[in-house]
């Protein structure tokens, strides 16, 4: 049988555990939708109320945990088509996109941009994402929230944004098979900051994202200050791959 693996371990939160396709769900698991897109389902544990994504796989499963806040966007992704209108499309064009792998192993192409959400107004960190599988998983589990193409109504820059030229540094980082992007960037006063994650957005003191320069290669031993940044501000739009 397949057991809810946060109740298995004392109702800590799990990110993700094998669901064996040939053995019967948990009495108190259930399924409380389906996902036509990709052929899959959301589950809910009846005993610590955890929500998962249930990945398909080759052979078995993936339940992956999910954030409740973006649930109702998951199920709505995987029963529309979600295309982006032609004036969104040239916003973006100017903007560029990169290709960001995910932990699923699949690259989306991924824009950094500023968003009027219907209902909710504008928000500077948003990366729309064309991609062809769920919006569930490591990238998304902390961000503030998950749109979907239908719900944007404007697309503008966001002055938050790393120029192009800067996320394609980010893009092409020497370890990123090992989810590790040594990245230097330099702002105009000659201060040198350190990215280690993929990321398409930068806030720090009162430095400016659009301004940040690649002029050098990373170094070991090399003095840079840090930057960490933050997923917890991020709005991920969802788009379908076109
Ligand atoms: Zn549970």
Not at 25 to 44: H, M, R, Y
Not at 67 to 77: E, V
Not at 95 to 108: K, L, M, R, S, Y
Not at 169 to 196: G, H, M, Q, S
Request: hydrophobic share 35%; net charge neutral; with cysteine.
């Amino acid at each position: 049988m397949n057991n809810c693996a946060s109740c298995e371990n004392n109702g800590m939160n799990v990110m993700s555990f094998t669901w064996f396709t040939d053995q019967e769900p948990a009495p108190n698991f259930k399924k409380i939708g389906e996902l036509a897109k990709d052929n899959s389902s959301v589950w809910s544990c009846g005993k610590c109320g955890t929500t998962y994504y249930q990945r398909r796989g080759t052979v078995n499963d993936t339940m992956v945990s999910l954030n409740p806040a973006h649930c109702d966007s998951l199920l709505k992704w995987g029963n529309k088509t979600l295309h982006l209108a032609p004036t969104h499309k040239k916003t973006l064009k100017e903007i560029g996109g990169i290709f960001q792998g995910f932990v699923v192993g699949i690259d989306a192409l991924t824009y950094p941009c500023r968003c009027k959400i219907k209902g909710k107004g504008w928000l500077d960190f948003c990366i729309v994402s064309f991609q062809p599988f769920a919006p569930a998983g490591f990238e998304f589990e902390n961000a503030e929230a998950i749109y979907l193409a239908d719900e944007v109504e404007e697309i503008e820059h966001s002055s938050f944004s790393l120029s192009r030229e800067a996320r394609h540094a980010l893009e092409a980082a020497v370890e990123r098979d090992r989810d590790f992007f040594p990245t230097i960037l330099t702002a105009p006063d000659k201060v040198k900051f350190l990215l280690l994650n993929m990321q398409h957005f930068f806030q720090q003191g009162n430095y400016k994202a659009p301004e940040l320069k690649v002029i050098e290669q990373w170094q070991e031993g090399g003095q840079y200050i840090k930057h960490i940044p933050d997923r917890r501000t991020i709005t991920w739009i969802i788009m379908n791959p076109n």
